[in-house]
């Protein structure tokens, strides 16, 4: 036993100490590895707005240490590893990871943005707030991607509105010209039956006269027939 | 003879609602407000009115009694007229030719704008992501969403005139549709033209009456309406206001293009026309008052919706640079803020100089747009903001549309009526010759849809049809009062009506109205001598705005030949009936010589 086990005390205190203040040295405003955050919460959710408290504050940083966990898988992230500083009530803070192998020292920037992009919609839904109204500034947000359907829309309107025009004009020209054939092919069959009917009715006075009455001369109505002109 | 008797109107009125369907047209809605607006609001008035009475209506009743006692198109009834002007009804024809290939495109811009508003997000509400989706396209951001897509996506347009693309697939396919209506309301003339205005009169009453009760409810319309009626006496000492109420009458009546006279040509004859060019007259004039309540109370929601964004993103900056918390500062209070931070915080302050905007509800409401950029741009940026923008939108487009189609009947008329005037063309049936000019018209007026299209297009509307237009009716009002005579005309109209013309129309048609003409003419010369090189604005990618462009030589030559190709028509057919007469002269002279000889 070299030490005392007061002076272990003394040492492990001493070490503690130094560790949180090199821990809080790390968090500050434009930290080269930290990150700042800037919540909308009033703008996003209006009336249904949540007071930010430290019980939110929690929950930011148990979100983060997830979003840390998913992407750099097999390091155990925890809570205490998120340090927080800088607090206005714009609600907006500073943040910067630190590894859990080595409290003192901090994860490298372009890890933390992969992270946070990886499970960005994860932490906005955490907080019902979207990309707009939780800002991680310096993280661009990946927009979502354009929705293309095979046709265009308007080229569906296009084919319907030019289909009925053309319709349209199909039928304007067609329609007088079949019912001009109409028309005639009427007026044959008329002029065909005045025709028939005169013959049958010359046959019939003919017969008539032929059959008939004693009284009538025939050789009369042969004549009667030539002057009815 | 082998024509038929001409056709006539089913009744006269389907002949008043083809002329409201012909005078009412885009100009109405997109010149007129703003007019008014650059020429003090309420006060424009007086000298729009004024000018109504003393050239709109007599030249209108003018036209329409040629037409109906000549009963033919323009270059047959000038012809009739006097035989060394039918070069006034050719230039008429010519005009209309220009006008008919140019006007199209609009519709073909509205059908573009019309088949986009089926969608759950309009296409000009929001600028398309970049390939790498980390933000707007560039050239999106640096202008608004409707400007681009207007000029990027529906016209493709190229950085200057001279620059050539291909064609705009999208827009030739709408050209082409645009086409085929125009066929099929006139493909028989005017019994289809006929049944046909009935719609294209009144469609686009219906919708201005329904967006007068959406404007007017809108939020921050009331801004617009107040703006707009507020007179401002001091411009009607501005001699522009008076130029500009006579021009806009004169062109929105439509006078010059043989459109009226052809109407009036399948009039019966004793028709009474002089009520219906008063009415007709009114009608429109009624029209651009009315549809500029509506445009200003859409300018007036624009307006207050871009002064309230802009008050919000002011607020959003102080918010964030200072750190304040959220429902510190308001929409209301914002310029206390302002002020409160400027004088607490100076360094601070002073850094943000830069990015801060200037946000003024007046700035706003005086910038004023005109033509196709109020309809297709400022119009859709004001529908993108209102609840349900889906409807809104087919119904705008549906409406200009309507406009459009109803203008483009009279165009096409003025064409066919005169050329069918020819024994030649009358051999064909009328359906076929019809489809021969729309396919012409189609064929050429496809040129426009290419990427440096709309620079050509701005040439013909600002050249093709102006300052012929002035010349023909000057011609026009001078050929009848003096070279055909007043006294002629009168027991001609006495003939048609019954009863001869009072002393209002004669006086008008032999004094204000040619004196009026000349000093237009005037004016429009001087201003293009006084002018240097015409310019246009080409649209600049980079910047995302428009940039004020001389036209090249070869852009002023066509320019030029526009103009020259439709006035010469008048002297050069003078020249050639005068020489025709003279060999005809001749050829008496030394017939007469030799039966003398032989007798």
Redesign the interface.
Known sequence: MLYSQGEMLEKILLLFCLSSALAENLCRPDASNGYKV?L????ALGDEAYVWNQDEMFLFRATLAFAMRNHLSGQDFQVSNILVCDE?????FWFIVTSPLDATRPVGKEDVEEAIRKSRSRINSAFLLTDQTLEFIGI?P?????VSPDTP???I??GV??GS??A??IV??VYPVVHKRLKKDEEEEELEEEEGEEETRRVKTMENGAAGDGAHNLSFTDDERFTQM | MGQDARPNWDSPMQFVLACVSYAVGLGNVWRFPYLCQMHGGGGFLIPYLIMLFLEGVPLFYLELAIGQKMSLGSIGAWTAISPYLGGVGLASVVTSLYLCLYYNIINAWS??Y???S??SVLPWAEC??NSN???PTEECEKATPTQYFFYRETLNIAPSIEENGGIHG?QA??L??AW??T??FI??GVK?TGKVVYFTATFPYAVLLIYLVRGITLHGAINGVKFMFTPNMEHLADPNTWINAATQIFFSLGLGFGSLIAFASYNHYNNNFERQAIVVSLINSGTSIFASIVTFSIYGFKATVNYESCLERTR?LL??TF?????NINIDNVFEWIEKLNTTYPEQFAKLNNKLEECDLETELSSAVEGAGLAFIVYSEAIKNMPLPQLWSVLYFLMLLMLGMGSMLGNVTAIITPLRDFKVMSHMSS?LFNGLVCVFCLLLGLGFTTTSGNYWFTIFNDYGATFSLLFIVLIEVITVSYIYGLKRFEKDIEDMLGHRPNWYWKIMWSITSPLLLIFLFIIYIVKYINGGTPTYQAWNKELGTSVVTEYPVFGQLFIGLLLVSSISCVPLTALYVFCKKRKLGNHEKREHTVSTVSA
């Open positions: 800037r909308s919460i009033k703008r206005t009530p714009r609600v907006s661009i990946t927009l979502a991607a354009p829309p308007w080229l309107v296009f509105v030019m025009v053309g349209g004009i304007l020209l | 059908f573009w019309l088949f986009h089926f969608q398309p992501i989706r980390t933000g999208g396919l709408c082409l549709l085929v209506i066929y099929l493909v028989r289809s959003v918010l964030n750190n304040i918390a959220e429902d359906e």
